[in-house]
């Protein structure tokens, strides 16, 4: 493309974009409330699948070894079952170390009854395992007891729990697949209406065209980047308030979650924003092109 | 130039016949009167030649190349052969006279440079040089005509077809006008008139081709315009 043409596209969208200012902005600020709705959508989903990652991470799997094992043998089942496929870690919990955590739980008699259990430790040694994908955890649970009367003798997993949680992110995601795909027509039926009142009002201009021998493109292309221009300004607004918005908003919800806040931790920002803003800013410029690109087709038939 | 060779338009919506069986040859550099009353088939004529509806029978040749034969795509390109001037002149209402002869040059994909040495010749060859900045609101019908004749010479197409180019004047300005497509003509410019104007082919004495409901009744090559002639 010659740089006259493009001067002359580009002045053609910016005086579309100009004569109907009034709805122009009013589309992009439509752009703008569902690509705000999209963006935080998407950080909410985010947090949400980094909270569970969290909670399944925390939410492991104890083996408890047969006392008939030797130390040696202790450590080979360690090694064997670090190998499986989705186990993250292994930690060896001794006879004293389970003591001292149960201690810890403790207070008063209650404490001094289990600590004069030193010397005669009744409590086994186990392993603690977490896994590296809480979907996964059947499977895992499957190897592990498949050990039982190999070193191992009980096997404890809170299998509801780690199942629920995946079920509850498991729906997340497919609600905010389907927020982010009726946002996106949204946003094509918003712009396909501002650009359809452009190509209206320029229709004789367009019959004119296609006498003079224009192409189909040189007639499309400055509709397209009047939706462009819509659709990118749209985005940019919701990119810049994420930017500036995120940060104080995870500072609200933590504070009025309280010390509960402590527990988890919340995604950082950049991590969304890098990932996020090229995305808004894409679908900005897709649904721009999408909007005219439908609306200006049935006028191109001369 | 132009061939029709055994030619039909039927419309599919209403059954109409356009034409039927037209068979005509223009050949290059002529000047030819298409006329008729209303519902003759001149009006189709000029819209089949212009590629804005399809034959529904036989071949069209367009400079050498066979119209008929040409896809979506190729449509704007043959129609960069042919310059149009319609009656209602077809104007950009927001953009100058220099814009909208500029525009046409703009489409084919001119140069800053040359759209600067073209427009101005084609003005001056229509007598508007000096209504260059005005506005087609602001012009008479006879200039919005000659600016629509100036945008269509000026990528000097060898073909320019005109849509009942006087139906919106007085007298005086539309011989003015066919003055003007006379002397295109004389420079070498295939030149092919509809029109319902019949002192005008009576006075100017040019190739006649006659059409009444839907064939070809008369090609007279210096005739007129009148009944009594055909």
């Given at each position: 493309?010659?740089f006259n043409?493009?001067k002359?596209f580009i002045?053609?969208?910016?005086?579309?974009v100009?004569r109907?200012?009034l709805?122009s902005?009013?589309?992009a600020?439509?752009?703008?409330?569902?690509?705000?709705?999209?963006?935080?959508s998407?950080?909410?989903a985010?947090n949400v699948?980094?909270?569970l990652?969290?909670?399944?991470?925390?939410?492991?799997?104890t083996?408890?070894?047969?006392?008939?094992?030797?130390?040696?043998?202790?450590?080979?089942?360690?090694?064997?079952i670090?190998?499986e496929p989705?186990v993250?870690t292994v930690?060896l919990?001794?006879?004293e170390?389970?003591?001292?955590?149960?201690?810890?739980?403790?207070?008063?008699?209650?404490?001094?009854l289990?600590?004069?259990?030193?010397?005669?430790?009744p409590?086994?040694?186990?392993?603690?395992i977490?896994l590296?994908n809480?979907?996964d955890h059947?499977?895992?649970l499957?190897?592990l007891?498949a050990?039982?009367?190999?070193?191992?003798?009980?096997v404890n997993?809170?299998s509801?729990?780690?199942g629920a949680?995946?079920l509850?992110?498991n729906?997340?995601?497919?609600?905010s697949?389907?927020?982010?795909?009726l946002l996106?027509?949204?946003?094509?039926?918003?712009?396909m209406?501002?650009?359809?009142?452009?190509?209206?009002?320029?229709k004789?201009?367009?019959?004119?065209?296609?006498?003079?021998?224009a192409t189909?493109?040189?007639?499309?292309?400055?509709?397209i980047?009047?939706?462009?221009i819509?659709?990118?300004f749209?985005?940019?607004?919701?990119?810049?308030?994420?930017?500036?918005?995120?940060g104080?908003l995870?500072?609200g919800?933590k504070?009025?979650?309280g010390?509960?806040?402590?527990?988890l931790?919340f995604?950082d920002?950049?991590d969304?924003?890098?990932?996020a803003?090229?995305v808004?800013?894409?679908?900005g410029?897709?649904?721009?092109?999408?909007?005219?690109?439908?609306?200006i087709r049935r006028?191109l038939r001369? | 130039?132009?061939?029709?060779?055994?030619?039909?338009?039927?419309?599919?919506?209403n059954?109409?016949?356009?034409?039927?069986d037209?068979?005509?040859?223009?050949?290059e550099?002529?000047?030819?009167f298409?006329?008729?009353?209303?519902?003759?088939g001149?009006s189709?004529v000029?819209?089949v030649?212009?590629k804005?509806?399809?034959?529904?029978?036989?071949?069209l040749?367009?400079?050498?190349?066979?119209?008929?034969?040409?896809?979506r795509?190729?449509?704007?390109?043959?129609?960069r052969?042919?310059?149009?001037v319609?009656?209602?002149?077809?104007?950009?209402q927001?953009?100058?006279?220099?814009?909208n002869?500029?525009?046409?040059?703009?489409?084919?994909g001119?140069?800053?440079?040359e759209?600067?040495?073209n427009?101005?010749?084609?003005?001056?060859?229509?007598?508007l040089?000096?209504?260059?900045?005005a506005y087609?609101?602001?012009?008479?019908?006879?200039?919005?005509?000659r600016?629509?004749l100036?945008?269509?010479?000026?990528n000097?197409p060898?073909?320019?077809?005109?849509?009942?180019?006087?139906g919106?004047?007085?007298?005086?300005?539309?011989?003015e006008?066919?003055?003007?497509?006379?002397?295109?003509?004389?420079?070498?410019?295939?030149?092919?008139?509809?029109?319902?104007?019949?002192?005008?082919?009576d006075g100017?004495?040019?190739?006649?081709?006659?059409l009444k409901?839907?064939a070809?009744?008369?090609?007279?090559?210096?005739g007129?315009?009148?009944?009594?002639?055909?």
């Amino acid at each position: 493309m010659g740089f006259n043409r493009a001067k002359y596209f580009i002045e053609e969208a910016a005086t579309g974009v100009a004569r109907n200012s009034l709805m122009s902005v009013s589309s992009a600020l439509t752009v703008s409330c569902c690509m705000l709705i999209l963006i935080f959508s998407y950080s909410l989903a985010a947090n949400v699948d980094y909270f569970l990652e969290q909670i399944e991470n925390k939410s492991g799997i104890t083996a408890f070894v047969d006392d008939a094992l030797s130390d040696a043998g202790a450590e080979r089942l360690r090694l064997q079952i670090a190998a499986e496929p989705n186990v993250a870690t292994v930690t060896l919990i001794t006879k004293e170390r389970a003591l001292e955590i149960m201690a810890d739980k403790e207070t008063g008699a209650a404490k001094d009854l289990i600590e004069s259990l030193r010397d005669d430790n009744p409590l086994p040694r186990s392993f603690e395992i977490t896994l590296l994908n809480g979907a996964d955890h059947d499977t895992t649970l499957a190897a592990l007891n498949a050990l039982i009367g190999k070193g191992i003798y009980r096997v404890n997993a809170d299998s509801a729990t780690v199942g629920a949680l995946v079920l509850f992110n498991n729906v997340v995601r497919v609600v905010s697949v389907f927020v982010v795909l009726l946002l996106g027509f949204l946003s094509v039926v918003i712009i396909m209406n501002t650009i359809k009142l452009t190509v209206n009002a320029r229709k004789t201009d367009i019959n004119i065209m296609k006498y003079v021998g224009a192409t189909d493109w040189f007639i499309k292309w400055p509709f397209i980047i009047e939706g462009v221009i819509i659709g990118l300004f749209g985005a940019l607004i919701p990119v810049v308030i994420f930017a500036f918005g995120y940060g104080p908003l995870v500072d609200g919800v933590k504070s009025a979650l309280g010390s509960f806040a402590t527990l988890l931790k919340f995604k950082d920002g950049m991590d969304i924003f890098v990932f996020a803003a090229p995305v808004i800013l894409s679908a900005g410029v897709i649904v721009g092109v999408a909007g005219s690109s439908f609306s200006i087709r049935r006028y191109l038939r001369v | 130039m132009i061939e029709f060779v055994n030619c039909s338009k039927v419309y599919e919506d209403n059954g109409a016949v356009g034409f039927k069986d037209v068979s005509l040859r223009i050949g290059e550099g002529e000047f030819v009167f298409v006329v008729g009353p209303s519902g003759s088939g001149k009006s189709s004529v000029i819209r089949v030649i212009l590629k804005e509806e399809e034959l529904t029978g036989g071949r069209l040749i367009i400079d050498e190349e066979d119209a008929t034969a040409l896809g979506r795509a190729e449509i704007p390109y043959l129609r960069r052969k042919m310059g149009v001037v319609f009656q209602d002149f077809r104007l950009r209402q927001n953009k100058t006279v220099f814009e909208n002869v500029a525009f046409a040059m703009q489409i084919v994909g001119a140069s800053y440079r040359e759209i600067r040495r073209n427009v101005p010749m084609a003005l001056t060859m229509v007598g508007l040089s000096r209504k260059s900045k005005a506005y087609p609101n602001q012009l008479s019908g006879g200039e919005q005509q000659r600016t629509a004749l100036a945008r269509a010479i000026v990528n000097r197409p060898p073909i320019l077809i005109c849509d009942e180019p006087t139906g919106n004047l007085d007298p005086e300005t539309a011989w003015e006008i066919m003055s003007l497509l006379d002397d295109i003509n004389r420079r070498g410019t295939t030149v092919v008139v509809a029109t319902h104007a019949w002192d005008i082919v009576d006075g100017m004495k040019k190739r006649v081709i006659a059409l009444k409901n839907g064939a070809v009744v008369r090609d007279a090559a210096r005739g007129g315009y009148s009944e009594q002639l055909w």
